[in-house]
């Protein structure tokens, strides 16, 4: 196969037209309302589809990305199959159509389109739920239909037992190979619950082997394929269309698809939240929900063995002596919700946004990720002015998780006292509207000076032990240092909610949670994960999944 790079090195830029994806309808539009996209050099792609060549402008620069439905821009950083290649699908080789002569400029409105970067900014930009439901995919369609029952229905054909539907109507289901009258494991999946999301399936369990696998989303398109098709996503997706749900879809990167998904679904949920009221902090609180609903459970940041450290919509309080791990702990979190399709919100006044985003990076975190679903706010202005901002910006991107770090620092910027319970007072109130989101919310501190490391109050005000709803203490036992795997142990001082403290060790007056592991072996890469608390640890492999990096011994 021959391939040509495009962008600048090349001179080239390729516009890539896929008829199966609606990309003949999007250009025909595009060239009614603008005239025709001469190109001069067309290739017929043995696929279906084309791709028109055109020069690189001198005075302007062409972004890569999507500009309609089946029509991608071929810019830096992409390439492009030419002929003689073969096709991989239908072994027809790629052809120059015969009326092909030489390489030309594109035409000025087509030019402006693919040089536009709000059209870039756009494509990141996450769109309401009723827009996917327009998308003239199958898949995308489905997705958008679905409901928490429907999906429930085909875990039940799969031999998913439904144990409880809540009064807001997620589904807690048990895997099928437990024994009858067995029900020491509890819920195994959820529908719905994980994003709030009709139809997204979360995987709990860590017994279900490589068929399901933990702590993974599943969007209810997936669960469809592996109902009825044996987890197929072609088949499925052929299915859907012969069912008239659309156009079929492209399976170059099945991760992608469910990403869209969660993006849609995750914004969906928040605006819904809001317009419920249910962000309003002086609305009655339904006592009936309260007793009839199951005990809330941490859903986020998930130990080896399964257990999770954070709960939805609660506050985290993070305690530790600096250098003692507190920052690798967020990130690590910040990784596992961005491996899941899920966003994060980062306010940063501790670190600077190159060394935060160089640490992701040593993380392996995926570059697009990054781009896609961090959110970083960094800035000398006091948040105290933006809570508005900032807030309108968590519900847009559906943030699962914030970190504030840290406490003095933030709290110094809005000319506020750390140590003073009235000024605590202000930013806790701050936190506390984060947590209406629905978001957990981990807030970054330090110790009080002259602290033993295991201290559990943080430095400053009395009142931050007393408001937040789980403290954990960081205590560094091995360096963090290049070359060699850093250790911090993991202190549980307070969980109101009660379920994490039932997967602790209870040592002494402590109560230990974990062990944060960070391996630097390797001087381009630091492999992070969190242990259950061992007096002695045994030696450390790890084991790489999906986008996730996890840690056994």
Not at 57 to 72: C, E, M, Q
Not at 139 to 145: E, G, I, L, M, V
Not at 445 to 458: F, G, Q, S, V, W
Not at 478 to 504: E, M, N, S, V
Request: glycine share 10%; aromatic share 8%.
């Amino acid at each position: 196969g021959v391939g040509i790079v495009t962008g600048e090195r090349s001179g080239l830029w390729v516009l890539d037209i896929d008829p199966r994806n609606g990309g003949d309808e999007t250009l025909h539009t595009l060239e009614m309302a603008n005239g025709p996209a001469d190109a001069g050099v067309e290739v017929l792609t043995g696929g279906g589809g084309r791709h028109l060549y055109f020069k690189w402008p001198s005075d302007k620069t062409v972004h890569a990305g999507v500009l309609g439905a089946g029509i991608d821009v071929k810019a830096n950083g992409g390439q492009v199959v030419a002929p003689p290649s073969l096709h991989p699908d239908t072994t027809i080789p790629y052809a120059f159509e015969i009326s092909s002569t030489s390489v030309g400029d594109a035409p000025a409105w087509l030019l402006d389109l693919v040089a536009d970067n709000r059209r870039v900014e756009a494509a990141k930009a996450v769109v309401p739920r009723e827009d996917l439901a327009l998308s003239p995919l199958a898949w995308d369609r489905f997705n958008a239909a679905a409901t928490n029952a429907g999906v429930a229905a085909l875990m039940v054909e799969m031999g998913w037992v439904i144990l409880n539907t809540t009064r807001s109507g997620v589904v807690n289901l048990q895997r099928p190979d437990l024994f009858e009258g067995e029900n020491k494991e509890g819920v195994s999946a959820t529908v719905g619950a994980i994003t709030g999301a009709p139809g997204v399936v979360y995987v709990w369990t860590s017994s279900m082997g490589p068929e399901w696998e933990t702590e993974r989303t599943y969007d209810p398109a997936m669960v469809l394929s592996r109902a009825r098709f044996g987890g197929d996503a072609a088949a499925a997706d052929e299915w859907l269309v012969t069912e008239g749900h659309g156009a079929q879809s492209r399976f170059d990167d099945p991760d992608a698809l469910l990403d869209r998904w969660l993006a849609h679904a995750a914004v969906e949920t928040t605006l819904r939240r809001r317009e419920a009221g249910e962000d309003d902090p002086w609305a009655d609180v339904d006592i009936e929900r309260i007793m009839t609903e199951p005990p809330l459970r941490p859903d986020l940041v998930a130990r080896s063995d399964g257990v999770h450290l954070l709960y939805p919509g609660a506050v985290h309080w993070v305690t530790g002596e600096p250098s003692s791990g507190k920052t690798w702990l967020a990130l690590l979190a910040a990784g596992q919700v961005l491996s899941w399709g899920g966003h994060v919100t980062y306010i940063d006044y501790e670190n600077g946004p190159l060394p935060l985003i160089e640490r992701c990076q040593m993380l392996r975190i995926p570059t697009a990720r990054l781009i896609r679903q961090l959110h970083v706010k960094y800035a000398g202005a006091t948040w105290a002015d933006a809570q508005e901002r900032i807030i309108a910006d968590i519900i847009a991107t559906g943030t699962r998780l914030i970190v504030v770090d840290s406490c003095a620092s933030a709290m110094s910027a809005a000319r506020l006292d750390p140590i003073d319970n009235a000024d605590f007072g202000h930013f806790f109130a701050f936190i506390r509207r984060l947590t209406l989101t629905g978001a957990a919310v981990m807030v970054l501190d330090h110790l009080k000076k002259d602290a033993i490391p295991t201290e559990k109050y943080p430095m400053g005000a009395s009142q931050k032990f007393a408001q937040a709803e789980v403290a954990f203490g960081v205590v560094r036992s091995a360096a963090f240092a290049p070359g060699r795997a850093g250790q911090a142990t993991l202190y549980l001082h307070k969980d109101r909610h009660g379920q994490i403290l039932k997967a602790a060790e209870h040592i002494g007056e402590h109560d230990l949670i974990g062990k944060l592991v960070l391996d630097s072996s390797d001087p381009d890469e630091i492999v992070a994960g969190i242990l259950p608390y061992a007096t002695t640890l045994g030696p450390i492999t790890w084991r790489r999944r999906r986008n996730a990096v996890r840690p056994t011994t």
